[in-house]
């Protein structure tokens, strides 16, 4: 199933691409932008947890350097059946985590030093179930891709905001061209937001059951989701809005319009579930 809807979002996406390039450059606009495309589709696939993890300046660690951090994961990953991910620490006070990757074997746990000062061992246990539990559902190459694609997306309809601004576009080939152009550079960003939306809100609570699972008790993360929460409102992340959908809690905040395009389910219901869980 993940795989078919990988394949309907790359599909998505280029569909988006080749319509922004029409709109820009007309027929010679639409094949530049088909082209780009498909080196965006072959860029997501195979480099985009690198992309993801250059990002947030994220380093790898060894047991030597994290052992605590180390610990965790290999107790987690045996209960979890899955091989040891790469483990990286991202350099930001703002508590927070996500996983990246093709697939179970070439994945990647990255962490932020917020994180792992904020929360005891139980909470950290919490959080790195959550996202090997992202890796157990093979939910992490589709949002990888979702990422990657939706930042070429987000900066092509930029273009056609100032082509749009600046007169440019398809020139005398049709009226109204440049109000399209407007339209476009709008439209498109809403829709890679809808997309990542409708690729995510579900499986947090399929991940948050896992994490729970494999951390053998529900209220680490169920703690842990609260103080992250809480955390992000008080001081956001500075996290491109293209990549928010990878992380455990949404690292933006914003009220009216932006909240109707959070790529997370509200924490106080992920909680809720949790400690049901825990009383059944």
């Keep these: 199933m993940n795989a078919l809807k990988t394949t309907?979002?790359?599909?998505?996406?280029?569909?988006?691409?080749?319509?922004?390039?029409q709109l820009i450059g007309g027929r010679g606009g639409a094949v530049i932008a088909l082209v780009v495309a498909a080196v965006m589709n072959f860029v997501a696939y195979w480099s985009s947890d690198k992309i993801a993890l250059a990002r947030y300046r994220a380093q790898e660690v060894t047991r030597e350097q994290a052992p605590r951090l180390y610990s965790i994961v290999e107790r987690l990953v045996a209960n979890a059946g899955l091989p040891m991910p790469r483990v990286y620490i991202i350099p930001s006070q703002t508590p927070n985590a996500f996983a990246t990757g093709r697939d179970p074997q070439h994945a990647a746990v990255a962490i932020t030093e917020g994180a792992l000062s904020l929360l005891d061992e139980n909470?950290?246990?919490?959080?790195?179930?959550?996202?090997?539990?992202?890796?157990?559902?093979?939910?992490?190459?589709?949002?990888?891709?979702?990422?990657?694609?939706?930042?070429?997306?987000?900066?092509?309809?930029?273009?056609?905001?100032?082509?749009?601004?600046?007169?440019?576009?398809?020139?005398?080939?049709?009226r109204g061209g440049g109000l399209e152009l407007l339209v476009m550079a709008i439209v498109a960003p809403i829709a890679a937001m809808l997309i990542q939306m409708g690729i995510s809100r579900s499986r947090e609570y399929m991940a948050d059951a896992g994490g729970a699972k494999f951390a053998n008790d529900p209220r680490g993360l169920a703690n842990a989701l609260l103080k992250l929460d809480d955390y992000a409102k008080r001081r956001p992340m500075n996290a491109s809005p293209t990549t928010a959908h990878m992380f455990i809690v949404?690292?933006?905040?914003?009220?009216?319009?932006?909240?109707?395009?959070s790529t997370h389910p509200p924490t106080e219901e992920r909680v809720r579930r949790l400690r049901e869980a825990r009383l059944g």
């Excluded at 949404?250 to 395009?261: D, K, S, W």
Aim: hydrophobic share 60%; glycine share 16%; charged share 10%.
């Design 8 to 21: 309907f979002l790359m599909a998505l996406m280029t569909v988006l691409l080749v319509i922004i390039g």
């Design 250 to 261: 949404n690292p933006l905040r914003g009220g009216g319009i932006a909240g109707l395009f």
């Design 123 to 174: 909470e950290v246990a919490g959080v790195i179930g959550h996202e090997l539990a992202h890796i157990k559902n093979r939910d992490i190459l589709i949002s990888s891709i979702a990422a990657t694609l939706a930042g070429a997306i987000t900066m092509l309809a930029m273009w056609a905001r100032f082509a749009a601004i600046f007169g440019g576009g398809q020139g005398g080939e049709r």
